[in-house]
């Protein structure tokens, strides 16, 4: 099939598919999109790093991290299972507003 086919098709199937959720009318789905959300549901699902590397053709693991940087619940669930250090209070990060003012600055 060539790129041009897969393109047709699925637009073809994103403009069915924006009858009944329009909001797909002002997204950009191209075909890297339907891979991305298949390569996240295979790690949400627990599948090896590896296996996924080789399921999406990437030469290397190191490509195929980006997709463990973008899992944010799998860090949240590797955080959950840190137990507290010196009885300090275990959570999620929240920065006090000279990081907020000064990233806003940049």
Do not use: C
């Not at 002002?26 to 959300?37: A, L």
């Not at 790093?49 to 973008?70: F, R």
């Amino acid at each position: 099939m060539s790129p041009d086919v897969v393109q047709d098709l699925l637009a073809r199937h994103v403009a069915t598919a924006a009858q009944l959720f329009p909001s797909l009318r002002r997204k950009r789905v191209t075909p890297h999109v339907p891979r991305h959300s298949a390569a996240m549901e295979f790690l949400q699902a627990g599948v090896d790093i590896s296996v996924i590397a080789l399921w999406l053709g990437h030469e290397s693991l190191k490509t195929t991290q980006v997709y463990l940087h973008a899992y944010l619940a799998l860090k949240e669930a590797a955080l959950s299972k840190m137990k507290p250090f010196n009885g300090q209070k275990v959570g999620r990060y929240k920065p006090g507003d000279w990081p907020l003012a000064f990233l806003d600055g940049l």
